[in-house]
């Protein structure tokens, strides 16, 4: 082949060189744009890469939205922070039924546990004590509760629904459901690992120690302890108590009551904060002296929104009584993730992560915020923001000068609508 034959060939193989790369280029621009903006999330959740194929569970997608279909906010992996009661398992006894919430349960959950409890009238949880703390909320009915003190004076006293309670660790205390129709309640413990199941209880100490020692213990003939359960007790049906004032009068007899000191309605009590959104009342030592356990009971009307904030002292447990909601909390390394609440559901947040809580519902969300401190603290994103130098803050987050010297100063807490 002559040299100009070797030219033109080698000219025609650029050309065709160069020609197929331009034309895949120019084949790849369509495609990319397309790829681009390509919708891959729908309101209705109609599109192909939306599709769920197979067996779900229609139910618990219906109470769960944000995750099934979560937000474009959300991000990365991060530990589950509900538990339903309603998975726990219930153990049921003549005098009702209990059942828990534990680390156990809730990995997350390692400085609090929570025990749901129902009581027929009359039904006893029996007199017993417990290592830590134990803190009360009422939801439904009305109970009589017990304690002596380490002065040995006597606790005998009554509490309906929304009321409180406080037994510090090592007090002994029993509650007891009064008429029509009993009484059911939340109990929390500033302990992760708290077993409900596993509580120091007066019939199962004495059935284990000898009859002799509580003959000499007593001054007391052997045979008065012949009839000590032989099980435990726990929760036992009986007849309903004798009159307040008398049984309070019978226990005080020799070193005197303290009728009060245990106990704490926050019906009486004017809200903390109250919006045209809702209301929070805070309760801890300051208004509560004897608690070592803090917390917020808080009421959002629909729409209404418990604003961004973070407890910067200790991690925080929840309770939804009533309503609907959802929750985003936000962790280091850009993780967020959002779930949805419903009464009976159990929430967690870890210390100084970031979170709010949105009422999703058609009625009033009501629920309780504890912390296993005695003292209620926190901190708001428009309060750290309103505090900060404006000019610092819109280098960050570029809002304006305008948005940003219009932030409350004061802390709102519960948002208005």
């Known amino acids: 082949m002559s040299k100009s034959n070797n030219s033109a060939a080698v000219t025609r193989r650029h050309f065709l060189s160069v020609s197929g790369a331009a034309l895949a280029a ?69 005098g009702g039924w209990t059942r828990q919430v534990t680390v156990r349960d809730l990995a997350i959950s390692k400085t609090m546990a929570g025990v749901e409890m129902r009581l027929t009238a009359g039904g006893i949880r029996e007199l017993h004590w417990h290592v830590s703390g134990e803190w009360a909320y009422m939801i439904y009915g009305s109970a009589r509760i017990t304690a002596v003190d380490s002065d040995g004076k006597s606790f005998v006293n009554d509490v309906k629904a929304g009321d409180l309670w406080l037994f510090p660790g090592g007090v002994p205390h029993s509650i007891q459901g009064l008429g029509p129709n009993g009484c059911k309640f ?29 003959a ?23 007849d309903l108590p004798r009159p307040l004032a008398e049984e309070q009068q019978q226990a005080g007899m020799g070193t005197g009551t303290i009728d009060e000191k245990f106990i704490f309605r926050p ?57 609907k909601g959802r929750m985003t909390v936000f962790d280091s390394g850009s993780k967020a993730r959002t779930m949805d609440f419903q009464a009976g559901d159990v929430g967690y947040i870890q210390v100084s992560r970031p979170h709010y809580i949105e009422n999703t519902g058609d009625e009033d969300l009501l629920f309780l915020e504890v ?20 000019r610092l803050v819109d280098e960050h987050l570029r809002t304006g000068d305008d948005f940003l010297k219009k932030i409350p100063k004061n802390e709102t807490v519960v948002m208005p609508l």
């Open 267 to 323: 019906g009486d009590m004017k809200p903390s904060k109250v919006t045209a959104g809702g209301e929070v009342k805070i309760i801890d030592n300051k208004n509560f002296p004897v608690t070592d356990i803090a917390a917020a009971i808080v009421r959002l009307k629909p729409g209404g929104l418990r604003e961004l904030h973070w407890h910067p002292m200790s991690d925080e447990w929840q309770y939804y009584v009533s309503g």
């Open 26 to 94: 120019a084949s790849a621009v369509p495609l990319a744009a397309q790829q681009a903006n390509q919708q891959i999330r729908s309101s209705d959740h109609h599109l192909p890469n939306e599709q769920q194929p197979g067996p779900n569970n229609t139910v618990n997608d219906s109470l769960n939205p944000d995750s099934v279909w979560p937000s474009e906010t959300d991000n990365g992996t991060m530990l589950p922070f509900k538990y339903s009661f309603d998975l726990s398992h219930k153990e049921i006894d003549s």
């Open 216 to 238: 000499k213990n007593f001054g007391v003939p052997a045979s008065t302890f012949d009839n000590i359960p032989k099980e435990k007790l726990y929760i036992f049906q009986s």
């Open 186 to 214: 939340l109990l929390v413990f500033n302990q992760g690992d708290f077993d409900e199941f596993s509580t120091f209880l007066l019939s199962d100490w004495f059935k284990h120690t000898p009859k002799e020692v509580l």
């Open 371 to 390: 912390f296993p401190i005695g003292t209620y603290q926190d901190i708001s994103a428009a309060e750290w923001l309103a505090h900060t130098p404006t």
